[in-house]
């Protein structure tokens, strides 16, 4: 019998999903599993688009169709816990099963704290992160550094601290250091990432620690939680998954490649860090580049932990309209609402026309907050700092007011009375 805390390498029987699969499938057959046994009522995953650097979120609900969503998409950057908030009224009161990543995992935590996911209603299969690319700079570090035409790979991989491709005449593959030395490679948030096993989700898959004659044919699935346990059980009973226990030598060896990908983290927030100065420094260097800023409000859409009704943003009193450069309390007001909480996920970098590092500013403020205060956002269901200023007082505000803007007819010349 599966319990939490099992350590296995799984695969599928299903020959059609093994192969389409990235490793064993695990993961495909699990989601097949839940949905043939009303586990749950539809799945949330990643389907390849027109090529392999567009990865295009779809929802599943019949079993036959979830063979759509098998392999791993390393130029796909799209942030699950976003959509769900997106789709949560037409998801409300259903159960849903999603493949996270760390940065998915993590939004998802944030998000079932202010109450808009309920985690009860969520089957999380978390899958391990070593990083993704940007689909753009994927295209033109192919170009550039492989010498391959980027229309003409069929299939990338991140192995072994490698970026391989396959394309039309050949395979090739250049150590991921290198290829970041020279600016290319993984996203900057991703380099700074420290969630690369998400065990807040119900099983975390991966390919790390697969050794042997099952290397490149199974999945790497720890076993997090009583769900999980339960989810993997009635898979392997049902026939669609085999499992064994995991190699001894693979534990060690999945063990030292997170510890050292912690490490690297770390070498990378230190860098990232440090150029950005410290004090008016920063302060300066933060001003000048979000003075690019055409308020277009996609950091503030994509955001998993801006989910005001009302945005302060908006309120004409807080940032002066129909203005350009934009006045910085816009980034300032952001900064405030959201440093505390910040997941270092890198949509709002990821979609920023004005290409500012908004990620790398957010991140720089969270983590100097949480040497203050102690509090790591995303990793479990305490409450941000944010939460424990005046709540009550807040709640019954917004209650009786029906508004969050404190400064509602206090200082606004422009709103009508
Ligand atoms: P499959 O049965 O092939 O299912 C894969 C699932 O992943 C599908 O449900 C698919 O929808 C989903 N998926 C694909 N792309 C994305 C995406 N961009 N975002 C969210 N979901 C996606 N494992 C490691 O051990 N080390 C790593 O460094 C590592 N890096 C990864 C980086 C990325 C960006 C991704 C997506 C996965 C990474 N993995 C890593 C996990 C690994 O690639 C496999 O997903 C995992 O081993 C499960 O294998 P499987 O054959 O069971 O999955
Ligand atoms: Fe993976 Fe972390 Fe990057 Fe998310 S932020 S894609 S979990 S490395
Ligand atoms: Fe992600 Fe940016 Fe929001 Fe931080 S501020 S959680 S990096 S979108
Ligand atoms: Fe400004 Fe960039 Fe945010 Fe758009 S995405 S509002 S340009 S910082």
Redesign the pocket.
Known sequence: MTKKGDMLYAWTTNADLAKKAECGGAVTGLLAYALETKMVDAVLAVKRGVDLYDAVPTIITDPKDISKTAGSLHCG?L?MSKLVNSYVAGLSGKKVGIVV??????GILELAKRNVINLNNILMIGVN????VNPTAARRMIKEKFGVDPDTVHKEEIDKGQFIIEYEGGHKGISMDELEEAGYG??S????????I?RQADLACGNWGVIGPRAGKATFVEVCSEKGANLLSGAVKSGILATEAANPKGLEIRAKVEGAMLKLGDKWRKKDFEALGEGKERLKKIMAETARCVKCYGCIDQCPICYCVECTTKNPAMVPPGVLPVNFMFHLIRYAHIADSC????QCEEVCPAEIPNALFMHAQQVELEKMFGHVPGVDMELPLLALVEEKEERARLHNTGSDMIYENVFNPLQKK
């Open positions: 950057t942030l990543k760390g940065c998915d995992l993590m992160c070593g990083g993704s993984r996203r948030n991703c380099r700074r990432c420290k969630l690369k998400p997941v270092n996920c890198g």
